[in-house]
């Protein structure tokens, strides 16, 4: 046997054994130092997570180039080399990671969906216009390095080849900053899909003008012209499928058209069966709960959902909106579920390097 053949058999070998330990990790439900739950943990519902201090928790994994705290949850029965959708779920302003995972709980069927779900908290803290305390949002310069080092981490934990599709989720200002980094140099060739929770849409929905939080007194906020960059996200040059859902008092009215839906092909959008839920969501605006455009307390509802059939490559187009409900309202499970299912059946292949043709 040859020197170069040698060589390369142990190159090859020593690579397996590093997908192996990879795997085994994954297999042994202990991936980056997070050992696997379920139900996940630091795991709240209703007023109990306003005052057990689950909230404030900020992760069970870390981001080792920065030492920034995430939450991780995967399935705990995970089997080596076994395909896994990924969602990178991004809070809004004034928010952080852990009210995120139980305002969007994904986190409850990473079994039953085979999902990796990463959770982050911003690091920035802005004063808000008109003064107060300040929040956390999303600033490039604070932020995109850790959102990306969080996604080397799963696509190198898990296996870039078994990242079946990759999600960007986000909510209002998260969801923001999903349409803003969505087709960045470093995420176009890897982000199938963009869940927006109140986070803007691609061809607009028209935003209540008396959209915001209540006043100190509790009562609605003047109507007003809202900012450009709350309402239009910006035009995007890459492809992705993409998924709106709102709050019924959110918004003016749901447009009857997407110029998404007409870049890729799609047919005429089609009304699907509502979806019921008889179970609130885990979380609400514990502080500004009382109007209903900024949203109440979590509470059961219902769902419609609005889908654009037959689109090229396969891409999912489509709305939900969740009927007598404001921006702030947990999710109930079934339009979790529900969004899931949508989520699942759309085209991945980016993070493995394949193209999903447009046919």
């Known amino acids: 046997m040859t020197l170069n053949r040698l060589l390369r058999r ?16 994954a297999h042994a439900k202990d991936v980056l130092g997070v050992t696997c739950t379920s139900p996940p943990p630091v795991h709240c519902n209703g007023d109990e997570c306003a005052t057990n201090g689950a909230l404030a928790n900020l992760g069970n994994a870390v981001d080792p180039k920065t030492g920034r705290k995430f939450f991780l949850d995967y399935p705990c029965d995970l089997k080596p080399g076994e395909k ?11 928010s952080i990671g852990n009210w995120q995972r139980h305002y969007f709980p994904a986190m409850d069927y990473k079994e039953k969906y085979r999902l990796v779900v990463a959770t982050p908290t911003a690091a920035t803290t802005r004063p808000m216009p008109g003064g107060g305390a300040g929040v956390r949002m999303w600033a490039a310069e604070a932020d995109d390095a850790h959102l990306q080092n969080i996604t080397d981490l799963v696509f190198d934990t898990f296996g870039r080849k078994n990242i079946k599709s990759f999600w960007l989720v986000g909510h209002s200002q998260g969801g923001a900053t999903s349409h803003r980094i969505v087709c960045s140099d470093y995420f176009k060739d890897k982000v199938d899909g963009l869940l927006s929770l109140s986070g803007g849409r691609v061809g607009r929905a028209e935003i209540n003008p008396r959209f915001g939080p209540p006043l100190a007194d509790g009562s609605p906020p003047p109507p007003r012209a809202l900012p450009a960059a709350m309402t239009t996200p910006p035009a995007q040059a890459c492809e992705f499928s993409h998924i709106f859902e709102t709050g019924e008092h959110e918004i003016v009215a749901l447009p009857a058209t997407s110029p998404l839906a007409d870049r890729y092909g799609c047919a005429a959008r089609v009304e699907k069966a509502d979806v019921v839920d008889d179970k609130p969501g885990y979380v609400w605006d514990y502080a500004r709960q009382g109007y209903p455009v900024w949203g109440m307390k979590a509470r059961p509802g219902k769902a419609r959902v609005y889908v654009y059939p037959n689109c090229k490559g396969g891409r999912v187009v489509a709305d939900v909106v969740r009927l007598d409900k404001g921006h702030t309202e947990g999710l109930e499970p079934h339009v979790t579920e529900a969004l899931l299912k949508l989520i699942a059946s759309a085209p991945g292949g980016k993070a493995q390097g394949l193209k999903t043709a447009m046919r």
């Open 84 to 94: 896994v959708i990924f969602l990178l779920n991004i809070h809004g302003a004034g």
């Open 10 to 25: 142990a190159l090859g070998l020593a690579a397996a054994l590093t997908t192996l330990g990879a795997f085994s990790a």
